[in-house]
DNA sequence: AAATTAAATTCAGGTATCGAATTAAAAAGC
DNA sequence: GCTTTTTAATTCGATACCTGAATTTAATTT
């Protein structure tokens, strides 16, 4: 045993033990703060329901409850279609939904997204905004973003003072923390001070983040992870991102930084990415490298389409039409797919991986066979095997999942203020 | 937006949002226990120093100091050498060591060790047992366990009633919440209803893991991992094991499964993995990967040695010697051992890497070149580069990761007792 | 010896929760 | 139709836990 794991040093006095930081207390929520939760979580709850689920006393129900009701968050509803069963028949709760509005925008290359929703997690109304793809300044973005939430609001019937906070999702290096984006393939330069120049812009708490978290987010709140507490989402678009709960909490790193899957190795010295490296699972899956590989495999006619897209749409045709070339470029992308969501399996054991993307369209990539070979490439000995879901979803998902963000910030805030 | 996403239903009941289970708000320990394990991590501390890390008021401090005075739990140190200063000096108080006592045990093929720690989580004794190294019934490993015990105590001239908890950590699939092993290379039998065996035998609470999981606790309780709270932990030894420190809590998985960090693909195809399959981290720098090389690059005298471990040694030897062979066979594993922490970095984003492991004392493995390939292999963009520690320590280190185990629910229990 | 400074204690008061008793609203039994 | 049963919700006293201001204690400085 070496130094630093004696715990008696010559001095006599003891080094102590255990970890030096506490935990995060921040996560022990109020209970009438979870109680809110609940009720809107579950859509609608009545007080028994409260009180089994949370585990607290008929007496802290009521009185929480009812500060939750007076603060004008809650109320009872009225048209209870009456259960069968004897006894005092109970009274739902629900969350007022117009008590706030947040909007949660999804920044693209080619197309903004924004959901205004209320404060039951519903949707109001939906927006959305080509945009010329090139990298823009802060200020040119702000000024789309200005647009769309224009757009939203009148498509909501709503006015700017009646949002509580914005949540927006980019893809790139954002911090979270502290509202900045280190850097970004929407922006033209590095370091902006995001958060800080919108709040000054639009007098509205704005929430940053990873897009990959977003979605991530979405799918906590909205979606297929809402019944676990931890699990991964993989999301295939231009890159590769992941986004990881673990605990019910979107987990972001130590650094900040998106976890990135798309930059794992899955081969020494493998083909080039476009970070630069070699052997990155990106550069056998993402958009670009399948058509790199296209123009070569649809070579008589690859100087007929321009778009990425379009090479890619013409080389999967080519694929279902039998071109062995082609299927040969999906079939590898398919098996490193494979590779990557094995590997993230290992290291995580997740009870769910869910798999997004526009992409999936193309349907090779979440074949069955991609899925086997990742069961088959994983450890298995008698523990229920993985469960992997596949969603092909569009802009507009990231954009509650940016929703969801801002709507906790804004719950925080609303249960604390009643005291 | 598809059907998961849609927040009304058709009934026009709120179908609700946000995440279904609540946090485990175990995590909210009670302020006396706070404060006591403060004071344990400090080794001591000042009422006043326990005012500012934790952030109450003088007036508990006084109380919840009180209550574990009398509860015998915590004292007052006399022999304070007088700060400089002027004022009223403050008063430390420290854990009473003798409150309590706990045994952390490691089961290995070849050897079992033991440490026998007090309530402050100094070690006051250890021991060690050989053992044939072939897997045994559970029978025969609780009588290993049993006898090892029994060295300890006696080492530390205590009797078993003194012992409050016994923690163990030994390799293989183990399911720590219900104290059973699904699967394990030292036991002959599956599923073994470990805890339940063991606590009718020697009529002690048992706290098992597995071993990956025990070194992490050690690093959390007494090593480099203790001001971290996020931290990953690799160990190089038969396999490459790994554990995950998130928010300054051991994580698990969702399944209970260990995080295998040795079967992640690191090559589509390659080499082959004592699990059967191909391309596994392992196959390429576990013992038994290299020693199959080590057949082919000293040819000659392969026959000379029958065990892997001498088989090692002799590569090695050789490498430093300048055989051109040798040195391959460590320079890949290097390049590979690169790979798969440059993938936990993406994938995790930790503040710090652990590399541990007996094996480490070829240090060609933790080469600075290993490193700098590391970091190379990882997106660093701008952001501080992920710390990475490497620690030789022997299978006395294990142990008292299993002590933590136990120490922390005794903990629990004597800290809860007091009510 | 008096003033100053810092640590620790005391104690009144507040908040949050529990738990037992009570009230409320329905169905079932006679 | 009235009582009993059953379940939901409320009321209210008790209590654990913590804060904050005032006070006491024990040292140093002047």
Known sequence: MSGDLSTKNDSGIPSGCGPLLPLGNANTKPMRQQIFEHVRAAGRATRTDVIRTLGISAGSATALTADLINAGLLREVDSVPRETGRGRPAVALEV???????????????????????????????????????????????????????????????????????????????????GTVPWSPLLATRNSDFAAKFEARFSVPLHLDNDANMLTLAELWFGAGRAKSDFAVVTIEQGVGMGLVIDNRLYRGARGMGLELGHTKVQLDGALCRCGQRGCLEAYLADYALAREAATALHQQANDHHSPNALLTALFTQAKAGNEAAQTIFRRAGRYL??????????????????????????????????????????????SACTVETHAWGDLVWARGATALALSAVTDQAVAAIS
């Not at 993230?344 to 991609?370: C, K, N, W």
């Open 338 to 383: 494979s590779v990557g969501l094995a590997n993230v399996v290992q290291l995580f054991d997740p009870a769910l991986i869910i798999i997004s993307g526009e992409r999936m369209q193309y349907d090779y990539l979440y074949a069955d066979e991609v899925l086997a070979e990742m069961h088959r490439l994983t450890l298995n000995d008698g523990r």
């Open 96 to 178: 007022i939904p117009e008590t706030n509005f947040v909007i949660g925008i999804k920044l693209s290359d080619e197309a903004h997204s924004a959901v205004l929703t209320d404060f039951a997690g519903d949707a109001v109304a939906t927006a959305s905004l080509q945009t010329p793809a090139h990298p823009k300044s802060l200020d040119e973005i702000l000024t789309e973003v200005g647009a769309l939430m224009q757009d939203v609001l009148a498509a909501a019937q709503k006015n700017p003072n009646n949002i509580a906070a914005v949540g927006i999702g980019m893809s790139g290096i954002v911090d979270h923390q502290a």
